[in-house]
């Protein structure tokens, strides 16, 4: 029996064919609107087969151009690196990078969708991609090894994210990093503070030329005006478990959606790093980033 004819069956008769011009619509509308939420939010086919990154049919899923294997420690790059071995390359404010893709035009064509089209369809999907990726992150880091106190020898103590202009935030309503970096955070159970602010505009990164893009951030960035009375009450607390250096340590998690040239999470870290010393705290700040182009 095909699929339609049983659906037609389990129907009432007399609710089917004796309903008014109003109902039937609504009928049909109801019914449209569920096939509609049968379908894959990338491809569009109708299906039942659902992957675990929500409203991604399985057919997509496997497309997903995960970065498995690192070659380069420091950017996360899955291919050989000339940026970063580089004899004389510009000091690192950040530990290193990790992406969870690589930006192929699939993952560009739903990145767009996300962050200039608004689709907050995509929002659980991409942040479930990301969490893959800091989980294998934490597998890196962290492994199995636990520290005298129980405690793992790499955790995140606060979750943040690059900002964008109050202009940008305008035009597109959210911040793409920001909403990455709460999925993260929701997931994990770990704190979100965006201590981050970007009080001019820098214009779009990907229309600049590379020398362009590190000179025009190197002044972008800046700590929002509580970032100390936060980082400390957030430092505190989680230090109080296992130390009483009178120096006080953090690990942060810098979230970003595309890893281009490293320019804006280096600036990011680099304004972050030096307002928390300037504080006594000092900062591990690790970046992850959803797309490596
Ligand atoms: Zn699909
Ligand atoms: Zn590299």
Redesign the pocket.
């Known amino acids: 029996m095909k699929p339609e004819a049983m659906s037609v069956r389990k129907l009432p008769r007399k609710v089917h064919f004796g309903m008014g011009i109003i109902s039937r619509t609504r009928f049909f509308m109801n019914w449209l609107l569920h096939r509609q939420s049968q379908a894959c939010i990338a491809c569009g086919t109708l299906t039942g087969r659902f992957s675990e990154y929500a409203g991604i049919c399985t057919t997509c899923s496997v497309q997903i151009p995960w970065i498995y294997k690192i070659r380069?420690v420091?950017?996360?790059?899955p291919t050989f690196?000339p940026?970063?071995?580089r004899p004389v390359r510009s000091a690192r404010y950040y530990v290193c990078n990790r992406s969870a893709t690589s930006y192929t035009p699939m993952m560009r064509e739903w990145i767009g969708q996300f962050k200039y089209r608004g689709n907050e369809k995509y929002a659980s999907a991409l942040g479930e991609i990301m969490n893959r990726a800091y989980r294998a992150m934490r597998h890196e880091f962290a492994g199995d090894v636990h520290s005298v106190l129980n405690r793992s020898l790499w955790s995140v103590d606060i979750v943040t994210c690059v900002p964008v202009s109050e202009t940008r935030l305008t035009e597109r309503g959210f911040n793409q990093a920001q909403v990455l970096a709460e999925e993260i955070a929701k997931r994990n159970k770990l704190p979100f503070v965006p201590l981050l602010a970007r009080p001019q505009d820098t214009g779009k990164q990907s229309f600049k030329t590379k020398k362009d893009r590190i000179s025009t951030m190197d002044n972008a960035f800046a700590v929002i005006p509580d970032m100390a009375e936060l980082l400390k009450s957030l430092v505190l607390k989680a230090d109080s478990r296992y130390t009483s250096d009178r120096i006080q340590s953090a690990t942060v998690l810098l979230v970003d959606d595309i890893y281009t040239t490293g320019s804006t999470l280096q600036a990011c870290a680099r304004v972050l790093g030096e307002k928390a010393a300037e504080q006594g705290v000092h900062l591990a700040i690790f970046c992850l980033t959803l797309a490596r182009s």
């Open positions: 380069c420091h950017c996360g790059r690196c940026d970063c071995v």
